[in-house]
């Protein structure tokens, strides 16, 4: 770990060596998850490509210096989140919950889910559960601000009454993924343990997350984008940060400029939603129980 005491912007040459530690990244084939693989294997540690596309990660990672391994993942499938879980037999120092999809049509998940709180947040619970008692510093996961405005409902996470918004859903997922990680935290402390979860998120970062957005609708994110996002890896910066420094548990980490779209990163704030203490709690117990998952330490 290094130290968030800066009183200059961090960046990239401020990232602490990580040699000997092993990191594990979901959906790290591309975008900023790419990035924060490359980084970190630039730094020394060993980093663990948790994917769908393996051909394509390992086609992405051909290049990239330090030591890289590329494993079969879907977020979207429980049952290959267990056999990943299931498989693994080494101590995590990180694990970096960094996979997502976003403003994609209503379809369900191999479990039944609504595909956004499926792949971003029930995928990653139930991976974080079962890789947790392997894990020794932290937990970080990648969240988004489309928290800000999302509306969690318990009673139907998975869309099956109301109408369908891809980025009402997308939002949901995003707030999720907060309450996941102030959840997480107080239920480490509660258990004593020393592990840390955190959460980060890039700002307007140029990923191809958007991917799945109409013509008319990309085209105006793909221009708005050219005038306000950051690159790929500057929006890593913000993953890095939250993954090896000094922070608080339950941190939310975002870039220093205006509007959080783009900047150096820093300690953010959050929705009230996203404090919710109670609402954390209400949603980890219906995570547990879609998931067939349970906090393990």
């Known amino acids: 770990m290094g130290t968030s005491s800066h009183t200059s912007p961090w960046t990239l040459a401020d990232l602490p060596p990580q040699r000997g530690r092993t990191v594990l990244i979901t959906g790290a084939g591309s975008g900023i998850g790419l990035e924060t693989t490359r980084a970190l294997a630039s730094a020394g540690a060993h980093v663990v490509l948790a994917v769908r596309n393996t051909d394509g990660a390992r086609e992405a990672v051909a ?6 391994e590329v494993l079969p993942l879907d977020l979207a499938d429980l049952a290959s989140v267990r056999r990943f879980a299931g498989a693994w037999d080494r101590p995590l120092d990180i694990l970096i919950n960094n996979a997502g999809v976003a403003n994609i049509p209503l379809r369900r998940t191999a479990d039944g889910f609504e595909p956004h709180l499926g792949t971003n947040h029930l995928g990653h619970f139930a991976l974080t559960n079962l890789l947790l008692p392997r894990v020794t510093d932290r937990v970080v996961t990648v969240a988004s601000n489309a928290h800000k405005q999302a509306v969690l409902d318990l009673d139907d996470p998975n869309w099956e009454r109301r109408p369908y918004r891809a980025s009402a859903a997308y939002g949901q997922s995003k707030l999720a993924n907060l309450l996941f990680t102030l959840e997480l935290q107080r ?7 020393p592990l840390l979860a955190v959460a ?20 105006v994110a793909s221009t708005v984008g050219r005038l306000i996002s950051q690159s790929g890896p500057a929006g890593a910066l913000l993953t890095l940060f939250a993954a090896t420094q000094d922070l608080a548990g339950a941190s939310y ?22 404090r919710d203490e109670a609402l954390a709690g209400k949603l980890w117990e219906l995570s547990e129980r879609l998931t067939s998952t349970s906090f393990p330490l």
Do not use: F
């Open 63 to 68: 290049g990239v210096p330090g030591s890289t």
């Open 200 to 219: 980060a998120h890039p700002g307007a970062a140029s990923t191809g997350l958007n991917r799945h957005l109409g013509p008319a609708m990309s085209l």
């Open 187 to 193: 239920r480490l402390a509660g258990a004593g343990s």
């Open 253 to 274: 980490v975002g870039p220093d400029g205006r509007g959080e779209q783009r900047g150096h990163p820093v300690p953010v704030g959050r929705s009230a939603a996203a």
